[in-house]
C-alpha cells in the first residue's frame, strides 16, 4: 500500500499538493516529503532495495 500511494503522489503531485498543503497546515511538507517518507516506509518494510532513496536509477 505504501508504495502504490508514492506512486500516485509521484503521478499527480500537482493536484495532490495543494489538497495537501490544505491539510497539513504548511508548505513545508508537501508531495515529495510525503513520497520521501512513503519510500523510506517501504524499504524498512523490506519491500525496495532502496534505489528510490539513494537516487539510483530505478530501470
Request: proline content about 5%; glycine content about 16%.
Amino acid at each position: 500500500m505504501p508504495q502504490f500511494l508514492s506512486e500516485w503522489v509521484a503521478q499527480d503531485s500537482g493536484r495532490l499538493g495543494a489538497s495537501l498543503q490544505q491539510f497539513v497546515g504548511h508548505p513545508a511538507y508537501g508531495p515529495g516529503e510525503l513520497r520521501s517518507d512513503l519510500e523510506r516506509f517501504v524499504f524498512l518494510l523490506g519491500g525496495s532495495d532502496g534505489q528510490a532513496l539513494f537516487g539510483h536509477d530505478r530501470g
